[in-house]
T-cell receptor, first 112, second 113 residues
Framework: NAGVTQTPKFQVLKTGQSMTLQCAQD?????MSWYRQDPGMGLRLIHY???????DQGEVPNGYNVSRSTTEDFPLRLLSAAPSQTSVYFC???????????FGQGTRLTVV | DQQVKQNSPSLSVQEGRISILNCDYT??????FLWYKKYPAEGPTFLIS?????DKNEDGRFTVFLNKSAKHLSLHIVPSQPGDSAVYFC????????????FGTGTRLTVIP
């Protein structure tokens, strides 16, 4: 089992560019989420999904888009990157009804 | 406004002694509380949790205490080991489902050999 796999691990973007952060899990978890971690802020929820075809917004959704076409994959799209989106992004997954989440290793994104 | 707060950014403890990490929350609707441990360049890993119907949960060297009236929880690590050196995040949720966790800002624990 690979668990939760995020790619890429590092990325530098120019302001205005778009990109997709990939997240895949092989544990057949129903729930998947994206968080961002900023210095002094802890982790904050961007978007989440409770199953294929179902997504919803978290605390800080602006500038990001998600879709969930399969149980395994939950990509996060940055539509037009801004320096304020410089952060470390974590994808997480869990079973329905379980509060324990499994996290990927993170993607460190820098927008210049 | 931060709903989950960890007011101590760092803590240093001697090996073998007790480490106590604290966490406060403001939302009285939270009913599940978790602690995560994070090493550099890795994702957070689940450590221990407690539901609001309990006031204590133990797992080996780790014990979490919940004081609902004070909206406070703490993580005790006894005895502390150098491998425990990491950043510890407190998290809370309303209902089950890890899709809506609110995290504190973390406490960096250093266990001195």
């Amino acid at each position: 089992n690979a668990g939760v796999t995020q790619t890429p691990k590092f990325q530098v973007l120019k302001t205005g560019q778009s990109m997709t952060l990939q997240c895949a899990q092989d544990m057949n978890h129903e729930y998947m989420s994206w968080y961002r971690q900023d210095p002094g802020m802890g982790l904050r929820l961007i978007h989440y999904s409770v199953g294929a075809g179902i997504t919803d917004q978290g605390e800080v959704p602006n500038g990001y888009n998600v879709s969930r076409s399969t149980t395994e994959d939950f990509p996060l799209r940055l539509l037009s990157a801004a320096p304020s989106q410089t952060s470390v992004y974590f994808c997480a997954s869990s079973y329905r009804g379980h509060t324990e989440a499994f996290f990927g290793q993170g993607t460190r994104l820098t927008v210049v | 406004d931060q709903q989950v707060k960890q007011n101590s950014p760092s803590l240093s403890v001697q090996e073998g002694r007790i480490s106590i990490l604290n966490c406060d929350y403001t939302n009285s609707m939270f009913d599940y509380f978790l602690w995560y441990k994070k090493y550099p360049a890795e994702g957070p890993t689940f450590l221990i949790s407690i539901s609001s119907i309990k006031d204590k949960n133990e797992d080996g060297r780790f014990t979490v205490f919940l004081n609902k009236s004070a909206k406070h929880l703490s993580l005790h690590i006894v005895p502390s080991q150098p491998g425990d050196s990491a950043v510890y995040f407190c998290a809370a949720s309303e209902g089950t489902g890890a899709n809506n966790l609110f995290f504190g800002t973390g406490t960096r624990l250093t266990v001195i050999p």
